[in-house]
């Protein structure tokens, strides 16, 4: 079968798995943020052995992964594959007052990921902790400072000394996103590069951000 034939194909079977209003807005729901299967099954309000279904048919087809909670190992987050979708996902715009991404210790991936939105971004940025650390990791200034990324050195804070009415909340933390009671408006699932603590534990965990921040900041926009 020639090349085109097979992209035919392809293309056919891609459509075919999202043809069913579930499936489209499971993809709706994971197309800024990962979640569980549990929390997919309590937005679409539907059965979990159905959801599981519908997960099933597309990850066959390639446009969902999962991988394990950090935290929790017996919980796994659900996400959609970089690329597969790239002229089917939704393209919604939202304002917003500020961002405030949130971590455990709030000594790495929600300060990359602070420093990264004010490259990308107009729209106010802020990070915080759940249990914040004494100070940023080291090797989250490192990589910062190899790929050139501005990164304050300020102390790590905790979520409730800097939440506020309007904020957008994004997690960066597997851990942070399933203590916290209070409404997360965006999940990203990152590996804590801490825990490996090498160079290229922390080059991996920018560039997911990168790709998240990269993904995100087109959508949304200042209050006027």
Known sequence: MSDEGSSI????????ALADPARLRILDVLALGDASPSELAETLGAPSNLVAHHLGVLEREGVLSRKKSEADRRRSYVQIVPGSLDELTPWDHRRVVRVVFVCTRNSARSHLAAALWRVASQVPVISAGTHPADRISRGAIDVARRHG???PLVRPRH???????GDLLI????????????PIDIHW????PVT???????????????RRVQTLAPRLSPMP
């Open 9 to 16: 194909e392809r293309r056919a079977r891609l459509h075919a």
């Open 159 to 165: 979520l409730s000394d800097v939440l506020a009415e």
């Open 149 to 151: 990324l501005d990164l």
């Open 196 to 210: 490996r603590g090498d160079d290229g534990a922390f080059d991996e965990a920018l560039d997911e951000l990168t």
């Open 171 to 182: 997690s960066v933390c597997d851990r942070a996103h399933e203590e916290l009671a209070l």
């Open 189 to 192: 699932s990152v590996p804590d």
